[in-house]
Nanobody
């Protein structure tokens, strides 16, 4: 059973930075892609960033130029570096992995951006 465990969320002032980590219980080589979604209160869960097995990255327009997704295959971990954070980035951030047969989700980590 694949497990994804997120960490690194918290509170930060506007303009600040946070780095989220997602550690997978097994090798991430088997995943077609890994990434991050977020869900704000009362809203749907939206894509933030994805990194494919070959390294190709995709970002939501709202985070382009501010967020960077990366992966460390040796540590079975995916990261989301978030810079220049805005109040509208406040949400629960979920790690996700696309396997051969299904998509996996982490439990989520709260990110709050406020002054």
């Amino acid at each position: 059973q694949v497990q994804l465990v997120e960490s690194g969320g918290g509170w930060v002032q506007p303009g600040g930075s946070l780095r989220l980590s997602c550690a997978a219980s097994g090798s991430i080589f088997s995943f077609k892609s890994m990434g991050w979604y977020r869900q704000a209160p009362g809203k749907q869960r939206d894509l933030v960033a994805i990194i494919a097995s070959g390294g190709t990255t995709t970002y939501a327009d709202s985070v382009k130029g501010r967020f960077t997704i990366s992966r460390d295959n040796a540590k079975n971990t995916v990261y989301l570096q978030m810079n220049s954070l805005k109040p509208e980035d406040t949400a629960v951030y979920y790690c996700t992995a696309l396997g051969a047969l299904r998509r996996y989700w982490g439990q989520g980590t709260q990110v709050t951006v406020s002054s």
